[in-house]
């Protein structure tokens, strides 16, 4: 007979898949890529922990494309990519500016977080777009 998994493991294989990719997956991307080894894995425990791992800033909520969240393991501030044409979420190494967010100190808000993304064409589709 075969072990179920508990909940930690499915938590862990989550958290896994997240740290392991720079592809900025959405749930139904970690759900589709951890079902073959996981069957009784649901939709909704993804999408359950990935809150978890937000709310614990163990994960960070990147941006809405095509519809899905995409979400970040790297928790570090740095700068995305959005591409339009493919939907790709890309890091970029470009640092975000210090003194994004003072305004809104000096207004009395408290920011416990700066992100900062671009749109556009990423260079595969730009060059797609050059050679039609």
């Not at 991307?29 to 990935?50: A, D, E, Q, W």
Request: some cysteine; proline content about 5%.
């Amino acid at each position: 007979m075969r072990k179920t998994m508990n909940y930690s493991e499915k938590r862990q294989a989550i958290l896994d898949t997240l740290h392991a990719t720079k592809e900025h997956p959405s749930a139904e991307m970690i759900y589709h890529s951890l079902k073959p080894r996981f069957p009784r894995l649901s939709l909704g425990t993804v999408y359950r922990n990935l809150q978890e791992f937000k709310r614990d800033r163990a994960a960070v909520s990147i941006a809405v494309v095509d519809g899905q969240e995409r979400v970040d393991g790297n928790t570090s501030e740095h700068t995305h990519f959005i591409c339009d044409k493919c939907s790709a979420v890309i890091d970029l190494d470009i640092p975000i500016p210090a003194d994004i967010g003072n305004n809104a100190i000096d207004d009395g808000y408290q920011v416990t977080a700066r992100q900062l993304f671009l749109r556009g064409s990423c260079p595969k589709c730009a060059s797609k777009e050059l050679h039609l």
